[in-house]
Nanobody, 117 residues
Framework: QMQLVESGGGLVQAGGSLRLSCAAS????????MGWFRQAPGNDREFVAA???????LYTDTVKGRFTISRDNAKNTVYLQMNSLKPEDTAVYYC???????????WGQGTQVTVSS
């Protein structure tokens, strides 16, 4: 079983940076794909970034070049470095995990990111 706890959200000015962390339980962390999703009020949850267990990364076009997903398997932690933040990045950000090739099965509770203009 995988349990995920996000942290690092907060209020930041447009153009600023935040780094989100997702601490995971589970002894097989290194074998999971990890991802970040976000949901703004009135919007559907959308995919942001993912890293396959093998290290390949994928980003949605709106964050490509600004956000970087990384993971530290020794710490059972996945990160989302967010630079050049825009007000439209404001959302609750969720960490997710999946067994490679499966649906996103495990979810954190979310951390609020607010970007002011």
């Amino acid at each position: 079983q995988m349990q995920l706890v996000e942290s690092g959200g907060g209020l930041v000015q447009a153009g600023g940076s935040l780094r989100l962390s997702c601490a995971a339980s589970g002894r097989t962390f290194s074998t999971y794909d990890m991802g970040w999703f976000r949901q703004a009020p009135g919007n559907d949850r959308e995919f942001v970034a993912a890293m396959r267990s093998g290290g390949n990364t994928l980003y949605t076009d709106t964050v490509k070049g600004r956000f970087t997903i990384s993971r530290d398997n020794a710490k059972n932690t996945v990160y989302l470095q967010m630079n050049s933040l825009k007000p439209e990045d404001t959302a609750v950000y969720y960490c997710a995990a999946r067994i490679s090739g499966s649906a996103w099965r495990y979810w954190g509770q979310g951390t609020q990111v607010t970007v002011s203009s």
